[in-house]
């Protein structure tokens, strides 16, 4: 059985998705990312995580990237969110 989470950029806690009382608490990377609806909406495995530089903030700050099985990456930034792009748009801007 699978269990889908949802948290905040930044956040440790992570609520179940169809049962917000089970809470999964860590600073974890997930096996799978539920990509939105305008992007297709479907479900991509995570590879693994990295840190770069975010995409979507004109500050020079570091954030996590999770590298997808498809051509979209997504960078968790606290101020601006789940920042969602094509992945060899930012390889080639790093």
Same mark, same amino acid.
């Given at each position: 059985?699978?269990?889908?989470?949802?948290?905040?950029?930044?956040?440790?806690?992570?609520?179940?998705?169809?049962?917000?009382?089970?809470?999964?608490?860590?600073?974890?990377? /997930?096996?799978? *990312?539920?990509?939105?609806?305008?992007? %297709?909406?479907?479900?991509?495995?995570?590879?693994?995580? !990295?840190? &770069?530089?975010?995409?979507?903030?004109?500050?020079?700050?570091?954030?996590?990237?999770?590298?997808?099985?498809? /051509?979209?990456? *997504?960078?968790?930034?606290?101020?601006? %969110?789940?920042?969602?792009?094509?992945?060899?748009?930012? !390889?080639? &801007?790093?």
């Amino acid at each position: 059985m699978t269990m889908w989470f949802e948290r905040t950029p930044g956040s440790v806690v992570h609520m179940g998705k169809t049962d917000p009382s089970t809470l999964l608490l860590g600073d974890t990377v /997930p096996d799978w *990312v539920q990509v939105p609806d305008e992007l %297709g909406g479907s479900q991509v495995k995570v590879l693994r995580a !990295e840190a &770069g530089s975010c995409p979507g903030c004109d500050s020079a700050h570091v954030v996590r990237h999770l590298v997808l099985d498809s /051509p979209l990456g *997504v960078a968790e930034c606290r101020d601006r %969110g789940f920042l969602w792009y094509a992945a060899q748009e930012c !390889e080639d &801007g790093e």
